[in-house]
């Protein structure tokens, strides 16, 4: 569960000493049950936090994560007039996109764009990786995520989902300009993929996806809804026809009552 604190628990300053290099953008003092006594930590900043527009509001985040048991910390930025601005300049030019949800391929469109194609041969290299850094770790009796490299390997995979399924939604926003997105229920599981890393993308895919949606809302107000996986794919978005056959391939749509491609 995670914890958001305020200013009587937390307080964040800029940092003036101690900053590694540069890589420590905030320090966050922290209360304790002793009067007096504070604990200061210090939060490594990344470039996209940097360039994001915003007022950096006076409190934290703090999470745990469950495949690593490391405590994150996240810093809160108020961008609700960037947010405002945005969605006014927003013009949709179709009412509904509705997209395909899959490993194979991230996002497919009745438009016929395919957006993340290369996904699923990404994951099995992540797989790979941390599937043997794992392995290593058990032979010796200890558990994966007491290892550096597993933990980093967790890390690198979650940064890079984030930062893909981003990428795509921005590319499709950007491309197709919808009003709403209608997805199919979001699955992570793949018979191609471990155990171990099914269960890390389906704890994580899931919640990066929807925070994604969130924040296309926030930003042009476009809504978006999850609805059965078996009828996504075969609507038409001119007419609103439903018909398996309207959807020949993954690539290739053609609706059979108005022909629209």
């Not at 509001?57 to 048991?69: A, P």
């Not at 499709?172 to 709403?180: G, I, K, N, Q, S």
């Not at 042009?220 to 018909?243: K, L």
Request: aromatic share 6%; proline share 3%; net charge positive.
């Amino acid at each position: 569960l995670s914890m958001r604190l305020d200013h009587r628990a937390a307080c964040l300053s800029a940092p003036t000493k101690a900053t590694q290099a540069g890589r420590v953008g905030w320090w966050v003092n922290l209360s304790t049950m002793e009067s007096g006594k504070k604990i200061a930590v210090p939060l490594l900043t990344y470039a996209r936090h940097e360039s994001r527009k915003g007022k950096v509001s006076n409190g934290v985040l703090v999470t745990e994560d469950r495949d690593t048991g490391r405590i994150v910390f996240g810093v809160v930025t108020d961008i609700a007039e960037e947010c405002a601005a945005s969605r006014a300049a927003y013009q949709p030019e179709r009412e509904v996109l509705p997209l395909d949800f899959g490993l194979s391929t991230l996002f497919a469109s009745n438009e016929g764009d395919q957006l993340g194609r290369d996904w699923l041969k990404a994951l099995r290299a992540y797989d790979h990786r941390i599937t043997e850094i794992a392995r290593g770790m058990q032979r010796r009796g200890h558990k994966p995520r007491e290892s550096r490299r597993y933990r980093e390997a967790v890390t690198a995979l979650r940064g890079w989902i984030r930062t893909e399924v981003g990428r795509v939604l921005n590319r499709l926003v950007e491309v197709r300009r919808p009003a709403t997105l209608v997805l199919e229920r979001l699955n992570f599981q793949n018979p191609a993929l471990s155990r171990r890393l099914n269960r890390i993308i389906q704890n994580c895919g899931r919640a990066v996806i929807r925070a994604k949606l969130a924040d296309l809302q926030d930003r042009f107000g476009i809504t978006s809804e999850e609805v059965n996986p078996a009828y996504t794919s075969q609507t038409c978005s001119c007419c609103g026809y439903v018909d398996k056959r309207n959807r020949r391939s993954q690539s290739r749509f053609q609706c059979l009552w108005g022909g629209a491609r």
